[in-house]
């Protein structure tokens, strides 16, 4: 069964470590950088149990037994791939598209892992059983996974082995009989605050003789010797629910994750000193394709809400009518609906998984379009409701406080408002506009949109690998071919 929100709280108080602002939280469930947020997440696990909506999101269990999230499942038909899709379109929708590593998008990873767990195989260490019992376990016990993949930047044109330190990017520090000791950093953990388990791994093609930095496993967010550094706190910082209503409640967290001589045991190793399996384990099983998947669906959500506030803010200025700012609507709606093509196209394309397990996937080409199509879409997106929404989103007052109070409310009832909107209406409407347009919240979300599946220089040549070039260029050399220089 899946777990309840009650549940999943619960599951949370375990001696993690997060420092924050230089303390230590001893309780994510209660601080108020965070407890709104966890309960954001509980409310997507209740949902699990809403008769409403408990089909949609649950199937039975990978051994017939239970219902587990359906994020879990590997699809064995276009039919399954896009009840997975309907599913990620649910969750999406109850935040709004801001949470972007919900439970469901390292669940439908590491399906993807199980669908070919050859891969994990292929060089000295197998660990395709390990692989196997992990997606498993994670479906069974209803368990969320955050992921850490990306070494720190430190020094880019540099090897793991050639920074300044040997430990600055995670590596192998020990082996023992039962397992293996890791030290070092990875970049950035999302939602890994909130999680139950990390998966570490490495997507950077390395050379055989970085075999130290070529690992992949997962651990307890709670293990001895994980440490979290969390980036500001955007719900910590909201004044209230009313004046930050997404930043308050959607602040997924992104955090430094650091292992200070972190004991894996060798059934959770997936990969072990081997650089092309850690490549592979993404490029050759399902697995990022599943990623994007889900990402593709969040897009277009948060599209969807984001043109929906344009179409309330432009209501509320009482420009709505006005033949250029349809225009700048329909534009939007375009947007939205280049957003929505994309994830339906992923889907529509569903591919055979190699092997003949008879497993579908998202379609390949298409996913990697998604790559380049989110980062381009999202600014242009927020650019358009700026421009909509002009100077009021600045006009504000600094808090729920001044609405509260006889004399300032009675100056904003006066200038702050518009026909068939009082003031307390339009301050909420562009109070939420701005949450997801300019406050640092907003901020987060456009870098978010353009770096989380990776950097354009790596994301847009698989653009040319996944594709078919030749064709393009086949066309081309056909026009060429039909005229010469006799050809008046
Ligand atoms: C909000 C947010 C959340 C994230 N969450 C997660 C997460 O949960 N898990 C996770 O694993 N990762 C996460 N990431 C990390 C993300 O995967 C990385 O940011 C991403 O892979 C890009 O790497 P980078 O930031 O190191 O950029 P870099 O690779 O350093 O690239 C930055 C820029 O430097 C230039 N550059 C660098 N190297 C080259 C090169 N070789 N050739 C040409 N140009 C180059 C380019 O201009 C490039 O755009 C998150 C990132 C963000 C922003």
């Not at 649910?90 to 998008?105: H, M, Q, V």
């Not at 039962?178 to 388990?197: C, H, L, P, Q, S």
């Not at 199509?373 to 989103?393: C, H, R, S, T």
Request: aromatic fraction near 10%; glycine fraction near 8%.
């Amino acid at each position: 069964m899946t777990r309840t929100g009650k549940e999943y709280l619960e599951s949370l108080r375990d001696g993690r470590v997060i420092w924050l602002d230089g303390e230590l939280v001893d309780d994510v469930t209660t601080h108020p950088a965070f407890r709104r947020s966890v309960g954001s997440i509980a409310d997507l696990y209740d949902m699990t149990h809403d008769p409403a909506h408990a089909d949609a999101l649950t199937v039975p269990g990978p051994d017939g037994e239970g219902r587990v999230l359906r994020a879990h499942q590997i699809p064995r038909s276009k039919e399954e791939l896009r009840a997975k899709g309907r599913a990620f379109k649910l969750w999406s929708e109850a935040t709004f598209g801001f949470f972007g590593r919900s439970p469901d998008y390292m669940a439908s990873a590491v399906a993807g892992f199980a669908t070919v767990p050859e891969v994990f195989s292929a060089g000295e260490f197998d660990g395709s059983a390990n692989v196997l019992a992990h997606w498993r376990r994670m479906a069974q016990d209803d368990l969320y996974q955050a992921h850490t993949l990306v070494n720190p930047q430190i020094d880019r044109t540099r090897p793991p082995s050639e920074q300044e330190e040997d430990d600055l990017c995670l590596r192998v520090v020990a082996e023992r009989g039962d397992g293996i000791v890791v030290r070092g950093a990875k970049m950035i953990g999302t939602a890994a605050a909130f999680a139950d388990e990390i998966l570490v791994g490495v997507t950077q093609r390395m050379a055989p003789a970085e075999a130290d930095y070529a690992v992949s496993f997962s651990v307890p967010v709670s293990a001895p010797g994980v440490k979290f550094v969390s980036r500001t706190s955007y719900e910590g910082r909201a004044t209230s629910v009313f004046d930050y209503p997404l930043s308050s409640r959607f602040d997924e967290n992104d955090a430094l994750v650091v292992f200070e001589n972190v004991f894996v045991p060798w059934d959770r190793v997936f990969a072990y000193r081997e650089p092309e399996v850690c490549h592979q384990q993404f490029w050759r099983t399902p697995a990022f394709v599943s990623f994007v998947h889900h990402g593709a669906i969040r897009l277009w959500t948060k599209l969807e809400f984001l043109a929906g506030v344009a179409v309330l803010v432009a209501r509320a200025n009482n420009t709505y009518d006005l033949p250029p700012v349809r225009m700048q609507i329909g534009k939007l709606m375009a947007w939205v609906n280049t957003a929505k093509a994309v994830a339906v196209a992923i889907e529509d394309g569903a591919e055979a998984v190699p092997g003949g397990s008879g497993a579908v996937m998202p379609n390949r080409e298409m996913s990697c379009a998604q790559l380049a199509i989110g980062p381009d879409l999202y600014p242009k997106v927020l650019n358009e409701v700026k421009l909509l929404a002009g100077g009021g989103l600045i006009q504000l007052p600094a808090s729920v406080r001044d609405l509260r109070h006889p004399e300032v409310s009675a100056l904003l009832g006066k200038y702050v408002r518009s026909p068939g909107h009082d003031a307390e209406a339009r301050i909420k409407l562009l109070k939420l506009a701005w949450d997801a347009l300019g406050s640092e919240f907003a901020g987060r979300h456009d870098q978010y949109e353009r770096f989380y599946h990776g950097s354009p220089h790596v994301y847009l040549p698989a653009l040319v690998r996944e594709g078919d070039p030749d064709a393009y260029a086949a066309l081309a050399r056909r026009c060429l071919d039909g005229y010469g220089l006799d050809d008046a």
